[in-house]
Each structure stands twice: as structure tokens, then as C-alpha cells.
């Protein structure tokens, strides 16, 4: 299933849960631009679930629980969908 999120979604303080995914290395930069060379702030651990807060291009703006921001590629979150089917 492909899930589209478009960047309005986030305006009213709507946020979303995600959870990391990350590549063989066990876990994914966090970074303080929604940039490829964006400067890492931080290191996240694969299925550390986090808040969608933002999106910027390619790039989503997330929260993490102990109230770090920054921005990681989509391709390394899997947004959660409640078992009713909303987002």
C-alpha cells in the first residue's frame, strides 16, 4: 500500500506517528535541515517510534519522545495506521 502525505495534513497541529526504519547500519541521522549534507544532530535507533510533525519535499520533520526535532528522509519512516484505517 502506497500512502501519500501531503504537507497541508500538518497545518492545525495535526501530527502523526511513525516508526524508524533504518538501513543495514541499525539506524538513521537525524538532521538539522531537510538535506542530505543537512548537519546530523543525532542518531536514531531502528523501531523507535517518533511524531511526524512536518513534511519538506522528501524530507519529514519529526519529534522524538524525549522532544529532539529534526528532519529524516521518508524513506526511513513507516507512518503508523490505527486499526480503523485513519492516519
Known sequence: ?????KSNFFYN??????????PSDGHS???ETPE??????????????????GKVGRWFKIRTS???????HNSLILIKI???GNI
Open 82 to 84: 490505527n486499526w480503523e
Open 36 to 53: 542530505a549534507d543537512g548537519f546530523v544532530i543525532g542518531k536514531i535507533e531502528e523501531s523507535t517510534n517518533v511524531n511526524v510533525i
Open 1 to 5: 500500500i502506497s500512502l501519500q502525505i
Open 29 to 31: 541521522n537525524l538532521r
Open 66 to 72: 524525549d522532544g529532539y526535532v529534526g528532519y529524516i
Open 13 to 22: 497541529n495535526n501530527e502523526l506517528k511513525g516508526i524508524i526504519t533504518s
